[in-house]
């Protein structure tokens, strides 16, 4: 598989913007799902305990998120299903394949003690599955605008079109 640099580096962009999306909407999903579950933190405080966790937590959070949608840029086109439908289920399915190491982190982060516990709270299941559409939708949507012009054209048969809308049989024939 070639990797197009430029596809993969507008990939890491739309990653990244999809990853800060998520993060800024975070205070909004904490009220609405009545769950604390907050990435910025879990990777912040996996790295420092000291107040510097938060940015830590965001550069690591949007890092995750480039990565992501470098990957995904390149993968993108070979996944067999419609443009729109592509980020979004992979997201989901990264989702729900990751879920069960939340059972790990609530016991093993070093600030398992600040943080609510995840792995057995169904509001913090929903809660992730939102963030995770959301952040699909926001990259899949992205990526294919950025990466457009790189988007393999189908034919114009103009030829094969009368001013009337309706075409030329001739014209039609010869095309197949």
């Keep these: 598989m070639r990797v197009d640099q430029g596809k993969t580096i507008r990939g890491a962009v739309a990653g990244a913007v999809a990853a800060a999306v998520w993060a ?8 609405l799902f009545g769950s ?3 990435d910025v933190e879990l990777l912040g405080k996996a790295v420092t ?3 510097s966790w938060r940015p ?15 990957a995904y840029a390149n993968i993108a086109p070979r996944i067999p299903l419609p443009s729109w439908m592509r980020a ?10 990751t879920w069960p190491l939340t059972a790990v982190s609530d016991r093993l982060h070093p600030a398992r003690g600040e943080m609510q516990a995840s792995f057995s709270n169904p509001r913090a299941l929903a809660q992730a599955t939102w963030r995770h559409l959301l952040f699909g939708v926001v990259l899949g949507e992205l990526e294919r605008a950025l990466n457009a012009q790189n988007a393999i054209e189908m034919p114009v048969f103009e030829q094969a079109i009368s001013t009337n809308g ?5 014209h039609a024939a010869q095309i197949l």
Excluded: C, S, Y
């Design 49 to 51: 305990r000291r107040r």
């Design 88 to 97: 979004p289920t992979l997201a989901l399915a990264e989702n729900f394949g």
């Design 24 to 31: 800024l909407q975070m205070p909004l999903d904490k009220r």
């Design 36 to 38: 604390e579950l907050d």
């Design 166 to 170: 309706h075409g030329k049989l001739e």
């Design 56 to 70: 830590i937590g965001w550069a690591l959070h949007v890092q995750n998120g480039a990565l992501l949608g470098a």
